[in-house]
């Protein structure tokens, strides 16, 4: 049946064109790699991403990574798979990871014991996209770390679309009070995780409901930023 499917509906690569791939090895080795792991809030290096202890905020972010710089071929990947409801298209994406690029992650596994959460879509945004692009993030990295994924966040307003705004206050106020705490239970570090980070409102504000919930540390980790 997959082969049937294959001859009738052939895949080419989002980034060239070539036939038999959604992303090309060519086109994978071309994705610009983040460098550095930096505080979220200064932006200067910061061991393990974590947030120095003078950056801290009350209900904020105490750790964040990004794998790729959201720009040129990632940009062009990512916005096919979220507006075609191409999801199959970001599944080949994060089969193609090596599990090296997750050593950070499996490191504050040990020092924090994190259950994942992916930031939320709104049902009627999930009705319109097919899929929520996040959750499917989320879901890859709990298989390949063996950290536990579950539902804890709802969001409640139907945001605008964030990467639409440049004015950060903007970004702020649109998220302020869009998400609610469902969880079953409250565990002591959450692991939040989205698709793309662009100035840190909606984590921000994730953080905050976690907080709130009785969650102790938040950390954050986006496939791009």
């Known amino acids: 049946m997959c082969n049937l499917l294959g001859f009738l509906f052939p895949s080419f690569c989002v980034g060239c064109g070539a036939l038999g791939t959604y992303v090309c090895s060519v086109c994978k080795k071309k994705l610009k790699r983040t460098k550095d792991e930096v505080c979220l809030y200064c932006g200067k290096r910061s061991a393990l991403g974590l947030t120095h202890i003078k950056c801290k905020r009350r209900g904020g972010v ?3 990574i990004s794998l790729y710089k959201y720009d040129g071929l990632f940009r062009q990947i990512l916005t096919y798979a979220k507006y075609k409801r191409a999801r199959f298209v970001l ?53 390949r770390t063996g950290i536990p994924h579950e539902e804890m966040l709802a969001r409640t307003i139907n945001t605008p679309h ?25 565990p002591q570090s959450v692991l ?7 100035t840190g409102a ?9 907080k709130r919930a009785g969650v102790k540390n938040v950390l954050a980790f986006s496939l791009a930023k």
Not at 106 to 113: A, D, H, P, Q, V
Not at 168 to 177: D, E, F, G, I, M
Not at 202 to 210: D, F, I, Q, W, Y
């Open 62 to 64: 105490d750790g964040c």
């Open 91 to 143: 599944e080949e994406l994060l089969k193609q990871d090596e599990p090296a690029l997750y050593n950070t992650i499996l490191r504050w596994k040990k020092i924090f014991s994190p259950s994942i959460a992916a930031i939320p879509l709104n049902p009627r945004r999930l009705d319109e996209r097919g899929f929520n692009q996040a959750s499917l993030i989320a879901r890859h990295i709990s298989s």
């Open 162 to 186: 964030l990467a639409r705004m440049d004015d950060p206050l903007k970004r702020r106020s649109a998220v302020t009070h869009a998400f609610t705490y469902v969880g079953k239970h409250t």
């Open 192 to 198: 939040l995780v989205d698709d793309v980070l662009t």
């Open 202 to 210: 909606t984590m921000g504000e994730c953080a905050r409901v976690l």
